[in-house]
């Protein structure tokens, strides 16, 4: 059974309603996690200085005391409940135990002034506990004191941002991204901006510095031990994303690794697999780049099931080409390389700013996504949560850089009028729209534009042949275009871009593109043009 605290000071209970409704949900949650029979609950905690400390104990059915770890759905309700015992100037209770009885009797008792374990083990908790719930000297016991008067010796946020320090750069080499404005918390990312996990290394940095240090008039920090604590620490992590991937592992990580990297050495790319399943990758001129290894993996399991050579060529195919242009660490902030604009329709994915997608009464979306070598993946919100940039500051770094991307416009001709394609070698080939005129030349009256796969972009400029020819032309084109796997456009739909559009040209707007078509009858001689746009139908006659 878990350890009784010391006595407790009595306190009038600040809200009564509220503090019942908080330990009813803790003993909720303890009776869900409990073996089915359970007699008694024991629960223990004491988050001192931000950190959670916890102990639980259980009683089965058979009488047998068993001590599991507490769940972590206990922390949040206990920090609300001693955020509700919080009085200015007096503090709030630095220990709880809660004892719950079949069939959910309970009782509760709270220490504001002993000297909870965590304290004891580690004395810097004491200095944030008071920095998070001040006191008023008469309200601070005599040994909180004493810790405080030790600790104050020593500069503990310069020693926490070095020992953050370590730990990033341990993750950083192994191919992670650490994101997070606090020093002590770190937000960890894949190469493809997939969360892996959130921790807080406070608890791990109270470790380093233990009370033996806290001793005498100039204590010095223990470097020794912050390297050695945030070795094990990053190695814990490695052993969780490593276990990430396991269940999709069918050939073995050395088969799966060992093919890649040689197929990616035949393409004169140098490269190599970090613990973390992060390929990263190094050319001649030291450009660098990096790229999570899990959804190949994944890919190789499904699409190739289990020809690890085959899927290996396959990919490094894609990873060269990929490579060919990443550039990775430019910009401002840790993803800004890869930032790029997909236009989707229909019902989008999770998003950073889902409520502000850049949209037009078309149905058509352009969201931002992360380019990859397999192609563009969703941007997470974790991954800009921490900027404090808009997402129209994102959205125009994603269109700048999408349209940066290399692109070959070719002349031609369909029934009699001009036709302009723009194609490139990657899937971002609509961010033309943003700046159609440098392909095509000025628009007075605008363009039709088709978007038959992620590469194309299909232009013709109104006023350079005759429209409805030009419009059937297309139709037919698009009929026989080869269908692209996974593009959301309809491949078949013709726009119209609006000539304000280059008006809008700034890179933080849609461009104005509006749903136009047009159905020739040959046999009647008829022509009707499939639009509900009245400035189109009254400027298409114009033209002809």
Do not use: C
């Given at each position: 059974m878990a350890t009784a605290p010391p006595a407790p000071t009595p306190r009038p209970v600040p809200d009564p309603e509220r503090e019942g409704a908080l330990l009813e949900e803790l003993v909720r949650l303890l009776a869900a996690e409990a073996p089915a029979g359970w007699r008694v609950i024991s629960y223990r905690a004491a988050p001192v200085g931000g950190p959670e400390w916890g102990r639980l104990g259980v009683v089965t059915a058979e009488g047998r005391e068993t001590a599991p770890v507490p769940p972590v759905s206990l922390n949040p309700v206990v920090e609300r409940l001693k955020d509700l015992w919080y009085v200015p100037g007096e503090g709030t209770w630095l220990d709880m135990r809660l004892v719950v009885e079949a069939p959910g009797r309970h009782t509760v008792e709270y220490d504001h002034v002993g000297c909870p374990p965590p304290a004891?083990?580690?004395?810097?908790?004491?200095?944030?506990?008071?920095e998070r719930y001040p006191r008023d000297e008469e309200h601070v016991p005599r040994w909180w004191r004493e810790t405080l008067e030790k600790v104050r010796g020593l500069d503990v946020e310069a020693l926490r941002g070095e020992f953050a320090a370590l730990v990033r750069g341990?993750?950083?080499?192994?191919?992670?991204?650490?994101?997070?404005?606090?020093?002590?918390?770190?937000?960890?990312?894949?190469?493809?901006?997939?969360?892996?996990?959130?921790?807080?290394?406070?608890?791990?940095?109270?470790?380093?510095?233990?009370?033996?240090?806290?001793?005498?008039?100039?204590?010095?920090?223990?470097?020794?031990?912050?390297?050695?604590?945030?070795?094990?620490?990053?190695?814990?992590?490695?052993?969780?994303?490593?276990?990430?991937?396991?269940?999709?592992?069918?050939?073995?990580?050395?088969?799966?690794?060992?093919?890649?990297?040689?197929?990616?050495?035949?393409?004169?790319?140098?490269?190599?697999?970090?613990?973390?399943?992060v390929l990263v990758l190094s050319g001649v001129d030291g450009r660098g780049a990096r790229t999570d290894l899990t959804?190949?993996?994944?890919?190789?399991?499904?699409?190739?099931?289990?020809?690890?050579?085959?899927?290996?060529?396959?990919y490094a195919d894609r990873v060269t080409a990929w490579f060919g242009r990443s550039r990775a660490g430019e910009g401002?902030?840790?993803?800004?390389?890869?930032?790029?604009?997909?236009?989707?329709?229909?019902?989008?994915?999770?998003?950073?700013?889902?409520?502000?997608?850049?949209?037009?009464?078309?149905?058509?979306?352009?969201?931002?996504?992360?380019?990859?070598?397999?192609?563009?993946?969703?941007?997470?919100?974790?991954?800009?949560?921490?900027?404090?940039?808009?997402?129209?500051?994102?959205?125009?770094?994603?269109?700048?850089?999408?349209?940066?991307?290399?692109?070959?416009?070719?002349?031609?001709?369909?029934?009699?009028?001009?036709?302009?394609?723009?194609?490139?070698?990657?899937?971002y080939a609509a961010a033309q729209t943003h700046v159609l005129e440098r392909h095509t030349g000025e628009l007075a009256h605008g363009a039709i534009v088709a978007f038959p796969d992620a590469r194309t972009v299909l232009a013709h400029p109104l006023g350079q042949g005759d429209p409805i020819a030009a419009m059937e032309g297309l139709n037919g084109l698009l009929a026989r275009w080869p269908r692209e796997v996974g593009w959301?456009?309809?491949?078949?739909?013709?726009?119209?871009?609006?000539?304000?559009?280059?008006?809008?040209?700034?890179?933080?707007?849609?461009?104005?593109?509006?749903?136009?078509?047009?159905?020739?009858?040959?046999?009647?001689?008829?022509?009707?043009?499939?639009?509900?746009?009245?400035?189109?139908?009254?400027?298409?006659?114009?033209?002809?």
């Open positions: 004891e083990a580690y004395p810097v908790l004491s200095l944030w506990e008071w341990a993750l950083e080499h192994e191919g992670l991204t650490v994101l997070g404005r606090r020093a002590s918390s770190l937000r960890l990312l894949t190469p493809e901006g997939r969360p892996l996990a959130l921790h807080d290394i406070d608890p791990l940095f109270a470790r380093t510095l233990p009370d033996r240090l806290l001793t005498g008039p100039a204590p010095e920090p223990n470097a020794p031990l912050a390297r050695d604590t945030a070795a094990k620490f990053v190695r814990a992590v490695l052993r969780g994303v490593r276990d990430r991937g396991r269940g999709h592992r069918g050939e073995g990580p050395d088969t799966a690794v060992g093919a890649v990297v040689a197929e990616l050495a035949r393409r004169g790319v140098r490269s190599f697999v970090t613990d973390a399943d959804p190949f993996r994944e890919r190789a399991r499904d699409a190739f099931e289990g020809r690890m050579e085959e899927a290996a060529s396959w401002a902030e840790p993803f800004d390389h890869r930032l790029r604009v997909s236009l989707r329709t229909g019902r989008a994915p999770f998003h950073l700013f889902p409520d502000r997608a850049l949209r037009s009464e078309t149905g058509l979306h352009q969201w931002v996504v992360l380019d990859g070598p397999l192609g563009p993946a969703d941007l997470e919100g974790v991954v800009y949560g921490d900027s404090a940039r808009t997402y129209a500051e994102v959205h125009a770094e994603a269109v700048r850089r999408s349209i940066a991307e290399p692109v070959e416009t070719v002349q031609g001709w369909v029934d009699g009028a001009r036709l302009v394609t723009v194609k490139g070698a990657h899937p959301e456009v309809d491949a078949t739909r013709s726009y119209w871009w609006h000539p304000s559009s280059r008006e809008r040209a700034d890179e933080t707007d849609l461009p104005d593109l509006r749903p136009v078509g047009v159905k020739v009858d040959h046999g009647l001689r008829s022509v009707s043009l499939l639009t509900s746009d009245e400035e189109f139908t009254t400027l298409i006659p114009s033209l002809m």
